[in-house]
């Protein structure tokens, strides 16, 4: 039998590197991208809801009332930056406490994402009917979507300083 050079043969599972533990990172990957977009597709529907009800008789304030629709597509860009992360950084043998770490990066954006969607839906769905009515409304509406936005941002920065770790 020929003898196999080093770098042919598949290192062994550890404790600390059990053959399961890439599955935490992929897990994390997932969340990441399927809770945050979740999150931007409700917000967008809900805001889009909203924009079609004001454009009936204020067809000139679509362009302006747009804003809650791209915040929340901004929402799933956070996931998605999350998750290329997590797959990039995939290899055959896995740390376990990493494999968590970046389960906990996923659901960390991927929730929050999820949070910041739905409240930015629910903003800009009423926002956009309300400043119709009264201009003077939209820049309490632009402020109120910042602040449901920033949400979703906070779940970035967590999920990047767990994936540092």
Request: glycine fraction near 12%.
């Amino acid at each position: 039998m020929p003898r196999l050079k080093a770098h042919h043969i598949d290192p062994e599972a550890t404790i600390d590197q059990p053959q399961y533990a890439f599955f935490f990172c992929i897990m994390g990957a997932v969340s990441a991208i399927a809770f945050s977009t979740l999150g931007a597709a409700y917000g967008t529907a809900k805001s889009a809801i909203g924009i079609s009800s004001m454009a009936v008789k204020h067809p000139e304030l679509i362009m302006k009332s747009i804003i809650p629709v791209v915040m929340a597509g901004i929402i799933a860009i956070y996931g998605l930056v999350v998750s290329v992360l997590l797959t990039g950084s995939l290899i055959k043998m896995y740390p376990t406490y990493k494999g968590f770490l970046n389960l906990g990066a996923g659901l960390a954006v991927g929730l929050s994402g999820m949070a910041a969607g739905f409240a930015i839906g629910v903003v800009g769905d009423a926002g956009v009917r309300a400043a119709a009515q009264q201009p003077k409304l939209f820049v309490g509406l632009i402020l109120i979507l910042i602040f449901a936005e920033v949400l979703g941002l906070y779940g970035l920065i967590v999920a990047i300083y767990l994936f540092t770790k």
